[in-house]
């Protein structure tokens, strides 16, 4: 157990509908980083958020958005879902924001889009 | 940019048997390496990691990697498997001077046989 939590672990929706991932770190995290595992695309950086604030960004689309709340968990907007968007979702924190430190990855949210 | 070409999509392999999984990897700066594991419905978790230092590094269950930097090549080994290390194994890199992403190669399988 890693001590990063995600929900739901499961989400089965239809196309055009909007969700929502929820993050939580390991106690004490500052840093939330969120990323997209596919069958076409592999495993690719999304975006990462630091005490709150956006503080790099990967390929993600402009219909997904996401926030670090005060109390340190993040969400992952998710909308007008497509067919493509049906992937795992992984959530990881660190401690501190620097390139060495170890990224721990909660389970994974398995979104399926209909 | 950066990128990391896992050469092998699936390595199976005889229980008791040595196991190579190889990573080369390109960029233009300074990278941190690492070695993420995935097991059936988990999340992932670290291997091992090459920041600087020697270049031969190890890890948790047995497996080392060595880092070459004239070949570009972070390659897994382990002298003697277990079935309970079927599993995907990725390789990633991390540029030194940036706190965000990591950038994975698309994963090996590691498939053990009794």
């Known amino acids: 157990d890693s001590g990063v939590t995600q929900t739901p672990k499961h989400l089965i929706t239809a196309t055009g509908q909007r969700v929502t991932l929820r993050c939580s770190p390991r106690s004490g995290d500052l840093s939330v980083y969120w990323y997209q595992q596919s069958l076409d695309q592999g495993l690719q950086f999304l975006i990462q958020y630091y005490n709150g604030e956006e503080r790099a960004k990967g390929n993600i689309l402009e219909r997904f958005s996401a926030q670090q709340f005060p109390d340190l968990h993040s969400e992952l907007n998710l909308s007008s879902l497509e067919l493509g968007d049906s992937a795992l979702y992984f959530c990881?924190?660190?401690?501190?924001?620097?390139?060495?430190?170890?990224?721990?990855f909660g389970p994974g949210t398995r979104l399926t889009v209909l | 940019a950066q990128s990391v070409t896992q050469l092998d999509s699936q390595v199976p392999v005889f229980e008791e048997a040595p196991v190579e999984l190889r990573c080369n990897y390109s960029s233009s700066v300074s990278v941190y390496l690492f070695w993420y594991v995935q097991y059936p419905n988990q999340g992932l978790q670290l291997l091992l990691k090459?920041?600087?230092?020697?270049?031969l590094v190890k890890g948790i269950n047995g497996f080392e990697a060595e880092f070459n930097k004239s070949q570009t090549s972070f390659h897994l080994r382990k002298p003697s498997v277990h079935i309970s290390d079927t599993a995907e194994y990725f390789c990633a890199v991390r540029p030194t001077g940036n706190t965000g992403k990591l950038i994975f190669g698309q994963g090996t399988t590691l498939q053990v046989k009794p």
């Open positions: 090459y920041l600087s230092g020697s270049t």
């Open positions: 990881a924190s660190s401690d501190r924001d620097s390139s060495y430190n170890e990224q721990f």
